[in-house]
């Protein structure tokens, strides 16, 4: 028990501590997944890129994330190319410490926080035929966790407005919705016939190029387009526990709001909780 407290303390001074600032909480990511093969199962023939909570759309490193939009003629899936970037480039680097201990050096996957993890950087989803499947890849040791959920493809009951203003070269128009606990404001295009958008977001007359909600909390905004036929790639997810929506989101949340406290309780009390406020209120 002493060796794992002392591990999780080690975590923490490397990853940077419970002190550092971050709502979505100092989580380390895990490298293992880079080891496993993955394989194709589709191919992307549009790939749209869009800035994840950006504070400069200019530069890729304020981003939190850099996520991208994979349409085939079966499967749509949304996840990050800043990890998928990593896995194909990843080569474990061997490293000493200054009591002459050996171990890997920290793997970063690019953006504002390189090194931490976020559900919205390391899940994966998935679309295909009318169902939505979420695979939710945990941190560190708690891989374990791993998980994921498949349910109808959700839809938004959007309001759409006559406002209209170009954005990125596109002639958008506003639409507005409620869903799961958020407002939302978004902009479509129908000069791309795609009616899909970053993360859950779809249904509407063309391409979502930007979205955020009320609060400004969580906005994504579409960077590149390409239509680049690209290999849509999966991996082995059948050791992932098949868990509810709700279950996975109550999973993240405890993670989120204090991740040390799942690996050992005692060693998790001592640090302060992280405020954390999921997209997905409900």
């Known amino acids: 028990?002493?060796?794992?407290?002392?591990?999780?303390?080690?975590?923490?001074?490397?990853?940077?501590?419970?002190?550092?600032?971050?709502?979505?909480?100092?989580?380390?990511?895990?490298?293992?997944?880079?080891?496993?093969?993955?394989?194709?199962?589709?191919?992307?023939?549009?790939?749209?890129?869009?800035?994840?909570?950006?504070?400069?759309?200019?530069?890729?490193?304020?981003?939190?994330?850099?996520?991208?939009?994979?349409?085939?003629?079966?499967?749509?899936?949304?996840?990050?190319?800043?990890?998928?970037?990593?896995?194909?480039?990843?080569?474990?680097?061997?490293?000493?410490?200054?009591?002459?201990?050996?171990?890997?050096?920290?793997?970063?996957?690019?953006?504002?926080?390189?090194?931490?993890?976020?559900?919205?950087?390391?899940d994966e989803i998935f679309i295909k035929d009318g169902r939505l499947t979420e695979y939710a890849i945990m941190p560190m040791r708690l891989d374990r966790e791993c998980c994921y959920y498949a349910e109808p493809l959700p839809k938004q009951q959007w309001t759409l407005k006559d406002e209209q203003q170009v954005i990125h070269g596109y002639r958008c128009q506003k639409a507005t919705c409620h869903w799961r606990g958020r407002d939302y404001e978004a902009w479509f295009t129908t000069e791309i016939p795609i009616q899909r958008g970053p993360w859950k977001f779809g249904g509407l007359p063309g391409l979502i190029v930007k979205i955020s909600d009320a609060k400004k909390e969580y906005n994504f905004e579409l960077v590149k387009l390409e239509r680049?036929?690209?290999?849509?790639?999966?991996?082995?997810?059948?050791?992932?526990?098949?868990?509810?929506?709700?279950?996975?989101?109550?999973?993240?949340?405890?993670?989120?709001?204090?991740?040390v406290k799942l690996l050992s309780p005692e060693v998790g009390n001592q640090f302060p909780d992280h405020p954390y406020s999921p997209m997905e209120l409900e």
């Open 1 to 122: 028990m002493k060796k794992r407290i002392i591990t999780i303390i080690l975590a923490l001074a490397v990853c940077g501590g419970a002190g550092a600032q971050w709502k979505q909480g100092d989580v380390p990511p895990s490298s293992r997944r880079a080891n496993i093969p993955p394989t194709e199962i589709d191919k992307a023939e549009v790939t749209v890129y869009y800035a994840f909570n950006a504070d400069d759309i200019k530069d890729e490193n304020t981003y939190i994330d850099l996520g991208w939009l994979q349409v085939g003629k079966q499967y749509t899936k949304y996840s990050s190319y800043f990890v998928a970037h990593s896995d194909s480039t990843y080569k474990p680097t061997l490293i000493k410490n200054s009591n002459g201990e050996s171990g890997y050096a920290n793997r970063a996957f690019g953006g504002k926080y390189p090194t931490r993890w976020s559900e919205y950087q390391f």
């Open 228 to 259: 680049t036929p690209r290999p849509i790639l999966q991996y082995n997810f059948s050791r992932f526990r098949k868990v509810s929506r709700k279950d996975m989101l109550k999973l993240q949340r405890k993670i989120n709001v204090n991740w």
